[in-house]
Structure formats: C-alpha cells, structure tokens
C-alpha cells in the first residue's frame, strides 16, 4: 500500500510545484472498509516522509480519498482491535488517535451532544471502527443504490450525514452489458442488433427501442425460442454433469448468489418443501412444472449457510427420486460457481430470485444481469430491486414480503415474534417440523441448527414474516407465465428498461461527479 501511495505522491509532485497545493486530478477510492487505513497511511507518508504538518497532510488526504459503502452489514463495516492495531502498525494508530481527538473535539463544539460524539468516534469499546474512518477521511461517501442510500442516510449513518450533510450521496451499481448480454447470450444479443441495430453495444440505453416491439407477436415468439434454446444448452449441462434429467418446459427458477442468511436461500427452500408436500398429497394438482436451481458459494465458516447448502442438496435427492409427484418439480444445486457459470444462468432463467430482507441487500447486480437477458425479478423492494421496479413497473416484476421501513421499524421498536407467526400457518408448522425430523430420518436432528435459527432466535431475517406473501407471489408468477403473451411482454419490458443499469453509466457518474475525470473521445 505504501508503494502504491508513494506512486501518487510522485504524480503529485510531476503536477504541483508546491507539494501544499491540493490536487485536483488524483482520485483514490476505497471499496467498503477493507482498504481504509488508506487515509491514515497516506497521512504518515505526507507528514513524516514529506516533512507537511498536519493541516497540509489532511487537506489533501481528504481532498483525495473517497468511499463507497457496499453493504450494511457487519463484516463489511470492520472494526480492528485497538491492541492489534497498536501492535502491528504503531504509527499508523497514533494517526488515527490523532484524527479521533480532533474529531470528536469538532463534534463536541458543533452539537454538545455526547452521543453524538460516542456515535462517530474512530475510536469505542476497544476498538477502530474503520468505517467511521472512512467517513472522516473522504471527500464523499456513496451508497450503490437509491434505497441503500437512504438507509444510510436516515440510519446507518444518521449523525455522519448530520455532520457532513452533503457528503453521502448515491451511485446506483451497474453491469457490462457487451459482458451479460452481448456475450453471455449471443443468440438474443444477435435478435436485438437485428431488430434496433447495434447502437446498443455502445449505448446499452438505446435497448428501450425494444419496447415498440413489446406486443409484436413475431417478436414475442423469436424471445421465447431463444429462451427456449438457452434452457436447452442448460438442461444438457445438468443432464452430463449431475445426470438430472430436467423439463425444458419447465419454469426455470434461478436463485444464484452468495449463499447467506438475508438472501434467504431458505426461504425458497421452505416453499419448495410446501409445493412438494401439495404434491405428495395430490400428485394431479395442476401446476406448471418448476425447475428450482441453486447456485452460489458460503464462507468457510459460515455453518448456517453450509446448513443451508445441504438442506438443499437433501431436497434434491429426495424430490428428483420421487416418481410419485411425476417430475412436475425438480431441485438442482449447482457447485463451483463461478462467472462462466452465470452466463449460462443467466441466458436460461425464466424466473430471478431476488429476495434478500429488504433492507439488507445494498444493491444487487444478478438482478440486473436476470432481467437484461428476459427473466422475471420475483422479489422484495431491497437493493436495486426498488429501481428494477420503478423501471419496468409493478405489472413486470413479481414484488412481495416486508418494505425496508416495516423491516427497520421492527428492528427499532420489537414486535415481531417468530413463534406467533409459526403457530398462525400450517404450512409453516409443517415445513419447520419436517426440517427437523422427516428429512432426514436416520439424522433425525441434522437441521436442528436452522430449525432453532429461525424459531428460537427469532427469525432476524424474517424468513417466516414473508413466507405466506412469498408462496402467494410464486402463485402470482404461476398465472402470468401461463399467458405466453403476457410472459414475452414481460421479459422484452425488461431487457428494454436495463439501459439504465449499465456500468457505463455507474462509472460516468463516478467519473464525472467524484474523480472529476473529463471523458475520452474515441472516434468510431
């Protein structure tokens, strides 16, 4: 990092005469908190290897650093232990101590609020709250879309937006669509360029042209035969690589992320547990078969989600074997994910799983990658979820389950209780009690782990709150996709209205409004 910084400092000295000037055009961002002793590094190097004092070195630390907030959630807002810190970086922490103190003298003399000054303070509790320092050491603070912000804004970071009210502000992410769509998927790729003409790969705005198209029944069915060949290049990788046989008329249901507690993978896996009990009791129910597929990874150490993966797997071996429901329901897990992966996923989705609680998924970029190649978000208003919808409108996306200000007033003021919601649904009692016992009835306590997560820790993701909302929502997109026309609609309103989700456009904002970067013209 010091190499990095040194680096810079040399460009500096190249652009200004007097090192003290302030440059304008030298940007170091820093993504989430990981990074963050960024600002006080570059403040010892400026000080005690350039000979500034302080106020010099602060200056341009601050006229330099900026940070992008990713995510609400504790692993990504770090906080160091003041002794490891002490130990390993002695230097490094007398700085911080040093921007703590002036820090929260500022505070003291702007509110005369104590808690407010506990509130910021780099420094608490015995240790280094790196986010914080983040915040004090940049000239902006970004959230990575319109809803994460106001969180931040209004809750994460409420005092910090008091104290620098102009600071925080929104840079909402955005995909490659050459990447997602242009390569991912050349067979739809192909029919946009021939239909609007290839202005798009430049422009990905331009994909809005595709909405005089939306109605055209010729349109409509060349959308669905390239979905359809997709599911089939899908359906033969599964077949060679899990030896599942899978309907390629099936709904292809797409749940491909992280595997952690807030997105919820057991959420989806509970209402495949119900469907298949529906079916157990009445094989002839009529229902368009479904084809739920799995994909992503859990950190090591992450036992929920390991309980989580297997849960999965065990629901997949028992459904798939089971003649007697007549294959109108299959469950895949996809392992090793990776990019490569995705793209196939993508190209083949009928249907993107997007639902984290809302309030915890700061973005999301899969929606963004689903819905550019025609699938149908069923998801929470959380993350970019909100923008999809605002996009494409209520009647293109499938929107269920809790709102952020329902999840945050909960989470402020109590009043949810899991048991309550347990005892009030059938379903719910009976799913939960299958989890722990009927599954796997050699191992008859195997999920007991997830069973006491979501009952006797009460549900902090309200996985049980939205499972009835979310069973109604998977009813909802049932009869939608029973209507060809309607579904191709649907998908061709999507890919029209993911313009503006294009990473062109993120990094232009970044560009332009944080790094004061002017644009290079290149000439076609």
């Not at 994909?295 to 065990?314: D, E």
């Not at 294959?327 to 990019?339: A, G, P, Q």
């Not at 995705?342 to 689903?370: R, W």
């Amino acid at each position: 990092m010091a190499a990095g910084l040194k680096s810079i400092l040399r460009h500096f000295k190249c652009k200004c005469r007097n090192l003290k000037a302030i440059p304008d055009k030298i940007a170091v961002h820093i993504n989430d908190t990981h990074p963050a002793v960024t600002i006080p590094e570059l403040m010892r190097i400026l000080m005690d290897e350039e000979g500034l004092g302080w106020d010099d070195a602060w200056a341009i630390t601050i006229n330099t650093v900026s940070y992008t907030n990713h995510t609400i959630l504790p692993e990504a807002l770090e906080k160091w232990p003041i002794e490891m810190v002490k130990t390993l970086l002695p230097r490094i922490y007398l700085i911080i101590c040093e921007i703590n103190e002036r820090l929260c003298r500022e505070i003291w003399e702007k509110f005369h609020d104590w808690d407010a000054v506990r509130n910021m303070s780099i420094i608490s509790d015995g240790q280094i709250h790196m986010a914080r320092l983040a915040i004090v050491g940049s000239y902006s603070v970004n959230g990575v879309a319109e809803l994460h912000t106001e969180i931040l804004q209004k809750y994460a970071l409420h005092d910090f937006n008091t104290y620098y009210p102009y600071k925080i502000n929104n840079k909402t992410n955005g995909v490659n669509h050459r990447r997602w769509l242009l390569k991912a998927n050349p067979r739809l790729a192909g029919l946009i360029t021939d239909t609007i003409w290839h202005s798009w790969h430049k422009y990905p705005s331009d994909l809005v042209h595709l909405l005089q198209y939306a109605e055209d029944p010729a349109f409509q069915q060349s959308v669905a035969e390239i979905k359809l060949e997709n599911k089939r290049t899908l359906a033969k990788f599964i077949q060679n690589k899990y030896d599942i046989t899978i309907d390629v008329h099936s709904i292809f249901d797409v749940h491909s992320k992280r595997i952690h507690a807030y997105k919820r993978q057991i959420l989806n896996a509970l209402h495949i547990m119900d469907l298949y009990n529906r079916l157990r009791e009445n094989p002839e129910l009529e229902i368009v078969p479904r084809t739920f597929i799995f994909a992503g990874k859990a950190a090591p150490g992450y036992y929920i989600a390991k309980q989580t993966i297997k849960l999965i797997h065990v629901l997949a071996e028992q459904i798939n074997q089971d003649k007697s429901i007549k294959d109108k329901i299959k469950v895949v897990f996809l392992e090793n994910y990776s990019v490569s992966l995705a793209e196939m996923l993508v190209a083949a989705a009928d249907v993107s799983e997007q639902i984290s609680t809302a309030s915890k998924e700061a973005s999301g970029t899969g929606n963004m990658k689903f819905m550019m190649n025609g699938a149908i978000t069923i998801g929470t208003l959380d993350g970019a979820n909100v923008e999809i919808r605002n996009a494409v409108g209520n009647d293109n996306v499938i929107i269920f389950g809790l709102t952020a200000q329902q999840v945050m007033d909960y989470y402020r003021w109590g009043g949810y209780d899991a048991w309550s919601v347990y005892h009030q649904d059938a379903r719910i009692q009976r799913v939960m009690e299958e989890m722990r016992s009927e599954l796997l009835p050699d191992e008859r306590e195997e999920f007991r782990p997830l069973y006491d997560y979501l009952l006797h820790h009460n549900d902090e993701f309200f996985v049980l709150k939205d499972f009835a909302a979310y069973a109604d929502a998977q009813v909802r997109l049932e009869h939608k996709y029973l209507n060809a026309a309607e579904w191709s609609k649907m998908a061709i309103t999507n890919i029209a209205h993911s313009g503006i989700f294009s990473s062109d456009r993120t990094i232009s904002e970044y560009s332009i409004g944080l790094w004061k970067v002017k644009p290079l013209v290149i000439a076609d």
